[in-house]
């Protein structure tokens, strides 16, 4: 009888061991202000290979017409993540940007575009090595730059022609460092581009101006591909790393008309395979979001009319929520390996804030930030910023709970088969 007890017990064990969830091996610092943008300015912001290439802009959009250059202006700044330090990139031939002009990062080498004005198409690009220290003005074609994306020696740009080009927009390939470009030309006007390897995906409305396709370019075979049906919904916003493309899709081709009560979905296209996931789909508006291998991160409004950011773990295929928005319109977070950078509103202050991603899963290189040239191109002040550190709470504490729940049920089981089992016998 006493075999039996034992072998009982073994056995209510073994459903336990079953019942309790595995822990997960990820986990998310608390959020960090690297970054506090100077009165009305606004910061665009790059992230690569452990550094943060920073834009904080000030534009007037009436300061061409009244002729004020003070009205408008510009300051470069590179946040290092492992050393906490926030330095003011200046040149002695500093030339303020313009309105939204583009500005990249590819390993230890910053790039921004200047032009003479808003209008203008005698932009350039320059560039400057964090390590070497060499800066460079890189030769473009005459256009008018409005997107910019930088691997290496390969620079991709979206960018307008000649004056009145009434074909709008088109994409600007150079593999030598911008010695010479190859302009790219398909039907409607292309935006939204960004590069991983020999791959560059962006948006087109070809169709219409409420119907856009999503295509990839092989930029060794100079190949173009579609990615979905756009009879079948709206595809736009597109981000890339390695083979994985993530982009947002709505069935409802007059969403745009519905503001924060659109219902986007984030999906996920392996282009090796061609297999499509659902990332995730709130019920709500997908304000933005980006890739970087296994982690995809983005905002959204599922608890109205808050904007909440979100990351997927693609090895775990699971959620998590990690920070509140207090910006009405979302935060355009980047992810670069284990770190996640967003803009935010604090007292009437444009800030970026960031967290850390610690997984027990990846292998570090030793690098933080992005993989550099490997995966992703991501798609960045002579005295540090003052940390501003919040709690900020995500669904590990809710795995937790849940297999303390599952423990406390499967003893409780175990108890009550346990009692059966000893008033038979005594019975």
Not at 274 to 283: F, G, Q, R
Request: glycine fraction near 6%; charged fraction near 25%.
């Amino acid at each position: 009888m006493e075999e039996r007890i034992t072998e009982l017990i073994l056995i209510i064990i073994s459903l336990i061991s079953l019942c309790v969830l595995p822990a997960s091996a990820l986990e998310l610092s608390e959020e960090k202000t690297i970054f506090v943008s100077d009165d009305t300015a606004f910061p665009y912001y790059a992230i690569d290979s452990g550094n943060i290439f920073i834009l904080d802009l000030y534009f007037d959009k009436y300061a061409n017409k009244d002729k004020k250059q003070d009205d408008e202006w510009s300051r470069l700044y590179l946040y290092n993540i492992s050393s906490d330090k926030l330095t003011e990139l200046t040149f002695d031939d500093m030339s303020n940007t313009k309105a939204n002009d583009p500005i990249a990062i590819s390993g230890n080498t910053v790039y921004w575009t200047v032009n003479s004005d808003y209008l203008s198409y005698d932009a350039d690009i320059r560039s400057y090595n964090t390590a070497s220290k060499a800066y460079n003005r890189l030769s473009v074609p005459p256009s008018f730059p409005e997107e910019l994306a930088v691997q290496d020696k390969t620079i991709a740009l979206v960018a307008t022609r000649f004056p009145g080009d009434i074909d709008g927009p088109d994409i600007c390939l150079s593999k030598d460092g911008g010695e010479n470009f190859k302009r790219y030309r398909q039907p409607g006007h292309q935006e939204g581009m960004k590069m991983s390897g020999n791959i560059v995906v962006y948006k087109d409305s070809r169709s219409s101006h409420s119907s856009n396709a999503l295509n990839y370019l092989n930029i060794d075979t100079w190949e173009s591909y579609q990615i979905g049906d756009e009879t079948k919904g709206v595809y736009t916003s597109p981000d890339i790393s390695g083979s994985n493309i993530v982009y947002r899709f709505d069935p409802d081709f007059y969403s745009f008309l519905k503001g924060q009560d659109a219902k986007h979905e984030l999906h996920m296209i392996e282009i090796s395979t061609n297999k499509t996931s659902i990332i995730a789909a709130p019920n709500a508006r997908i304000s933005s979001f980006a890739i970087d291998k296994d982690y995809i991160v983005w905002c959204d409004n599922r608890d109205k009319p808050n904007y909440k950011l979100y990351l997927y773990d693609l090895k775990e295929n699971k959620e998590y929520y990690f920070a509140d928005i207090n910006d009405e319109y979302g935060s355009a977070p980047l992810v670069s390996k284990n770190t996640i950078v967003w803009s935010d509103n604090v007292d009437n202050r444009n800030v970026l804030k960031i967290v850390t991603i610690h997984d027990e899963n990846c292998v570090d290189d030793g690098i933080s930030g992005s993989s550099g040239s490997d995966d992703t191109d991501n798609t960045g002040n002579s005295e540090n910023s003052q940390p501003q550190n919040t709690n900020s709470d995500n669904t590990q504490s809710q795995t937790a709970s849940g297999e303390v729940v599952w423990i406390i049920v499967s003893v409780g089981i175990a108890l009550i088969a346990m009692a059966g089992y000893h008033g038979r016998k005594n019975n």
